[in-house]
């Protein structure tokens, strides 16, 4: 575990920063960023703010029991070997190579696109119990030093077992400034452009369909014929390569829809 902890140093590249931040501020940042306001979890999840440059955790809140077994204060006990020892070993390993991907990219964004770039990762994890789940991970850039290069974030972990997402490890690239997607998986070890699958329409219905309309719903919310919501339904399906919406929402997750 030591050896991953350093491999994720040495990807991030980051020596101990003189900046610290205290607890309250973290909270206020956490209220304000932009990119957590918009962000949606499904699922139980908990919270791990972490300074990546003194290799500490300076938060740790939500359903920690419910998804890893941990409670938080455990959690803060093991500080940063948490991260390293909760994904199992072949993924994190994977998650320090995306990690590495992600920084490069960063770095060669301008400025101003900074602070809406943020990683997801999809990988198992094992639970105190020994229990293997598999965990939607968002880390979300929250402080940045005087070069614009962020050395704390907001990690927050969802357990998403439940939907059945078995191409795990995975990983996507988020730039909202730009609103690229860029997908990474073990078999291509780079960077792939997400392309626009779905049309403006097709959105609002799976907006809907998450939420657990029925197509007579969503027709009336959408002012159309149901005949058309069942339209553009297989059309979604089609497009995405499902057999029934059961399996939509796990394919918005791992492809960033929405």
């Known amino acids: 575990m030591q050896n991953l902890a350093l491999d ?3 990807a991030l590249k980051l020596d101990q920063h003189p900046f610290l931040v205290s607890d309250n501020q973290y909270q206020q940042q956490l209220a304000n960023h932009p990119l957590v306001k918009n962000l949606w979890t499904i699922g139980h999840f908990f919270v791990i703010v972490s300074n990546l440059s003194t290799w500490h955790m300076g938060l740790v809140h939500g359903d920690c029991e419910e998804v890893s077994g941990y409670s938080a204060a455990e959690i803060l006990a093991q500080d940063a070997e948490f991260s390293m020892q909760f994904g199992l070993p072949e993924d994190t390993k994977f998650n320090i190579l995306v990690t590495q991907l992600g920084m490069q990219y960063f770095k ?15 990988y198992r994890a094992r639970r105190k119990d ?5 965990v939607q991970h968002q880390c979300i850039p929250l402080y940045f030093d005087e070069d614009k290069i962020p050395f704390v974030f907001s990690n927050i972990y969802t357990d998403i077992s439940y939907l059945g997402v078995t191409q795990v490890p995975q990983a996507l690239q988020m ?13 291509s070890l780079q960077f ?3 392309e626009e699958v779905f049309s ?15 197509s007579r719903l969503i027709a009336e919310s959408l002012c159309i014929s149901q005949e058309t919501v069942r339209t553009h339904r297989k059309n979604i399906l ?21």
Do not use: M
Not at 179 to 184: A, D, L, R, T
Not at 204 to 214: A, M
């Open 8 to 10: 994720l140093k040495k």
């Open 108 to 122: 060669s964004r301008p400025v101003e696109e900074r602070e809406l770039i943020f990683f997801v990762y999809f």
């Open 130 to 134: 020994g229990k293997i789940i598999t």
């Open 175 to 187: 730039n909202r400034y730009t609103q690229e997607i860029f997908h990474i998986n073990p078999q």
């Open 192 to 194: 792939n452009k997400s």
């Open 200 to 214: 403006a329409r097709e959105r609002d219905i799976i907006k809907l369909l998450l939420k657990g309309y029925s």
């Open 238 to 258: 089609k497009k995405a390569g499902l057999n029934s919406t059961v399996e939509l929402t796990g394919y918005v997750l791992t492809h960033g829809v929405l």
